[in-house]
């Protein structure tokens, strides 16, 4: 029974944590040819400090302006086939059907014609070119399902923010999960010959660009040509800062991503880590019985077994206990899938498909070869003298090397363990600078006129204390910039993150608990970085006031409006 459990835990982990990896290494290839299919992205760089920034992590920034798709396959018409423009930023609303609103976990893209061309998505009903209208929309055949079960779902009306009729005019083949652009329904991205939510050339950066060749290799060629093509279209300089454009291979851009090297490193370590530690233990507990079994192996071989029939019968044994550790190990998986899917944020369908199961099988054969040889060997080559005397095996330095490599192997995990529980009540415990408790945030896609009622609304409940509006999240999306040092603080380095949003400082400071602010600043400052930021100095800080011009405050210490 030990060795069951021992090697069906090893097993769940390493099938699981093994088969994430070989999903998240799959990223982007879910398309047809989909070595030919290139992404935009962008690098700004500080032409005096050398200074960039991005959104992965790195410096790249993926987002970039709307019209760069539709401009590539007019300047590129021999390398690029298509492109197509895709916005996922502002694509998710509150959409109903039938009065029911959509779950948060219905994907939505805002796309353009060029959309399933340009990726290969096969368009099962309707035609793609219905996009170029702006309340046109597209739904996946498992949407379909969900929804409109086996009515056809051509002409359904799904109402976004309850107002605007969006009509589905067409069915595409459900894209895989191992993408970044992964919808269950899109929307047309068109409005009135542009694009909704777009500002032409240089304006609002919010949209990915990719594109397909005809050729892998004609990639190269387009990021060659790329910054002289938006260069005719707009000036790629300001305030001393750099825009440089290139393209790359859509397959490598999750792979190359900083965060996910983090991810698939731990994932790994943590994997190999439980799987040889499980290994490990059924072969010590099988060693430990070898003076117990010897006299049966010494008795075989006095009926004239030799040693490759021992070793064929302890390998018989192991894949037995192995098989019914993978029924186990299925149990559990089956059992505990939704918390599982939960942790991997990935369902099991498509963690386990075809092209990937021969992760698990490979998982399943070094499981049986490594525990299986190791004792089978040892046992097989037991004398058979041993059958008239107790067996003793004066050569015990192997069997401390292998004590010795299974403590290091448990000693890792629980460190490692430790260090994850650690870091998990670091995040959940620190001063975040606001008080949290009975904090609530909501967000809404309200006119601005009907805000005011609606906070007025909310404030006469008898269970609310205060009420405060922002124009964006105050924990931070893709808005969030960087904030610059400068002056003798430090020589234009980035300090930390700052949220710019449009609030009433003396109400969301009354909400959160900061202290008051310097009013009319908009800018709010919490106790841990304002310490970094003057390092217990007086310092002349520049923010923006109401007006929109600079205002200076000096020994914030001390001065308080």
């Given at each position: 029974?030990?060795?069951v459990?021992?090697?069906?835990?090893?097993?769940?982990?390493?099938?699981?944590?093994?088969?994430?990896?070989?999903?998240?290494?799959?990223?982007?290839?879910?398309?047809?040819?989909?070595?030919?299919l290139?992404?935009?992205?962008a690098y700004y760089?500080?032409?005096?400090?050398?200074?960039?920034?991005?959104?992965?992590?790195?410096?790249?920034?993926?987002s970039?302006?709307?019209?760069i798709?539709?401009?590539?396959?007019?300047?590129?018409?021999?390398?690029?086939?298509?492109?197509?423009?895709?916005?996922?930023?502002?694509?998710?609303?509150?959409?109903?059907?039938?009065?029911q609103l959509?779950?948060d976990?219905?994907?939505?893209?805002?796309?353009d014609?060029?959309?399933?061309?340009?990726?290969?998505?096969?368009?099962?009903?309707g035609?793609?070119?219905?996009?170029?209208?702006?309340?046109?929309l597209?739904?996946s055949?498992?949407?379909?399902?969900?929804?409109?079960?086996?009515a056809?779902?051509?002409?359904?009306?799904?109402i976004l923010?309850?107002?605007?009729?969006?009509?589905?005019?067409?069915?595409?083949r459900?894209?895989?999960?191992?993408?970044?652009?992964?919808?269950?329904?899109?929307?047309?991205?068109?409005?009135?010959g542009?694009?909704?939510?777009?500002?032409?050339?240089?304006?609002?950066?919010?949209?990915?660009?990719?594109?397909?060749?005809?050729?892998?290799?004609?990639?190269?060629?387009?990021n060659?040509?790329?910054?002289?093509?938006?260069?005719?279209?707009?000036?790629?300089?300001h305030?001393?800062?750099?825009?440089?454009?290139?393209?790359?291979?859509?397959?490598?851009?999750?792979?190359?991503?900083?965060?996910?090297?983090?991810?698939?490193?731990?994932?790994?370590?943590?994997?190999?880590?439980?799987?040889?530690?499980?290994?490990?233990?059924?072969?010590l507990?099988?060693?430990?019985?070898l003076?117990?079994?010897?006299k049966?192996?010494?008795v075989?071989?006095c009926?004239?077994?030799?040693?490759?029939?021992i070793?064929?019968?302890?390998?018989?044994?192991?894949g037995?206990?192995?098989?019914?550790?993978?029924l186990?190990c299925?149990?559990?998986?089956?059992?505990a899938r939704?918390?599982?899917?939960?942790?991997?944020?990935?369902?099991?369908?498509?963690?386990?498909?075809?092209?990937?199961?021969?992760?698990?099988?490979?998982?399943?054969?070094?499981?049986?070869?490594?525990?299986?040889?190791?004792p089978?060997?040892i046992?097989?080559?037991?004398?058979?003298?041993?059958?008239f005397?107790?067996?003793?095996?004066?050569?015990?330095?192997?069997k401390?090397?292998l004590?010795?490599?299974?403590?290091?192997?448990?000693?890792?995990?629980?460190?490692?363990l430790?260090?994850?529980?650690?870091?998990?009540?670091?995040?959940?415990n620190?001063?975040?600078?606001?008080?949290t408790?009975?904090?609530?945030?909501?967000?809404?896609?309200?006119?601005?006129?009907?805000v005011p009622?609606?906070?007025?609304?909310?404030?006469?409940?008898?269970?609310v204390?205060?009420?405060?509006?922002a124009?964006?999240?105050?924990?931070?999306?893709?808005?969030?910039?960087?904030?610059i040092?400068?002056?003798?603080?430090?020589?234009?380095?980035?300090?930390?993150s700052?949220?710019?949003i449009?609030?009433?400082?003396?109400?969301?400071?009354s909400?959160?608990?900061?202290?008051?602010?310097?009013?009319?600043?908009?800018?709010?400052?919490?106790?841990?970085?304002?310490?970094?930021?003057?390092?217990?100095?007086?310092?002349?800080?520049?923010?923006?006031?109401?007006?929109?011009?600079?205002?200076?405050?000096?020994?914030?210490?001390?001065?308080?409006?």
């Amino acid at each position: 029974m030990t060795k069951v459990i021992s090697l069906s835990l090893g097993l769940t982990v390493g099938i699981l944590l093994f088969s994430q990896i070989a999903f998240e290494l799959s990223y982007e290839k879910c398309y047809p040819e989909a070595g030919n299919l290139g992404i935009v992205r962008a690098y700004y760089h500080n032409l005096e400090t050398g200074e960039s920034m991005g959104d992965d992590g790195d410096i790249y920034d993926y987002s970039v302006f709307a019209p760069i798709a539709a401009a590539l396959a007019e300047n590129m018409p021999i390398e690029v086939e298509k492109a197509t423009c895709i916005n996922s930023y502002t694509a998710n609303g509150n959409y109903y059907y039938e009065n029911q609103l959509l779950s948060d976990d219905e994907q939505c893209l805002m796309v353009d014609t060029c959309f399933f061309q340009t990726f290969g998505i096969p368009v099962l009903k309707g035609n793609p070119n219905d996009l170029i209208n702006s309340n046109t929309l597209f739904v996946s055949e498992s949407f379909a399902r969900r929804f409109f079960g086996d009515a056809d779902p051509i002409g359904k009306v799904l109402i976004l923010e309850r107002k605007t009729e969006m009509i589905v005019r067409g069915v595409y083949r459900d894209i895989p999960e191992n993408t970044m652009f992964k919808a269950d329904f899109v929307v047309s991205v068109h409005k009135e010959g542009g694009y909704k939510d777009g500002a032409g050339w240089g304006g609002n950066d919010i949209f990915y660009a990719v594109f397909r060749t005809g050729e892998a290799s004609d990639i190269e060629v387009v990021n060659d040509n790329i910054q002289r093509m938006v260069e005719k279209y707009m000036p790629t300089e300001h305030n001393g800062w750099k825009l440089e454009l290139s393209v790359i291979p859509l397959a490598t851009k999750h792979q190359t991503s900083s965060e996910t090297t983090k991810r698939l490193v731990i994932y790994g370590f943590l994997g190999f880590s439980i799987f040889f530690v499980a290994i490990m233990n059924y072969m010590l507990i099988v060693i430990a019985t070898l003076g117990r079994r010897a006299k049966s192996v010494g008795v075989h071989k006095c009926n004239g077994a030799n040693n490759g029939n021992i070793f064929s019968m302890f390998m018989m044994e192991t894949g037995i206990i192995v098989l019914v550790s993978i029924l186990v190990c299925a149990f559990i998986i089956f059992n505990a899938r939704d918390l599982i899917e939960d942790l991997l944020s990935v369902r099991l369908a498509s963690l386990f498909t075809w092209g990937t199961l021969w992760v698990p099988l490979l998982v399943v054969v070094l499981l049986f070869l490594l525990a299986g040889v190791l004792p089978g060997r040892i046992f097989s080559h037991i004398p058979v003298t041993q059958v008239f005397r107790r067996y003793t095996d004066g050569k015990k330095g192997w069997k401390r090397s292998l004590l010795f490599i299974q403590f290091t192997g448990v000693s890792f995990v629980l460190g490692l363990l430790l260090v994850t529980l650690m870091q998990y009540s670091h995040l959940m415990n620190r001063d975040m600078g606001i008080n949290t408790a009975g904090l609530v945030e909501a967000e809404s896609w309200l006119d601005i006129e009907i805000v005011p009622h609606m906070r007025d609304e909310i404030r006469r409940q008898p269970m609310v204390e205060s009420v405060a509006t922002a124009s964006h999240s105050v924990l931070g999306q893709y808005w969030t910039k960087g904030l610059i040092a400068c002056l003798p603080i430090s020589s234009s380095n980035t300090l930390f993150s700052i949220n710019f949003i449009q609030a009433s400082a003396k109400a969301f400071t009354s909400l959160s608990g900061t202290k008051n602010p310097f009013l009319p600043l908009s800018m709010i400052l919490f106790a841990p970085v304002m310490s970094k930021l003057t390092q217990g100095k007086p310092q002349f800080i520049a923010s923006t006031n109401t007006n929109g011009k600079p205002s200076y405050k000096d020994d914030m210490t001390k001065k308080e409006e």
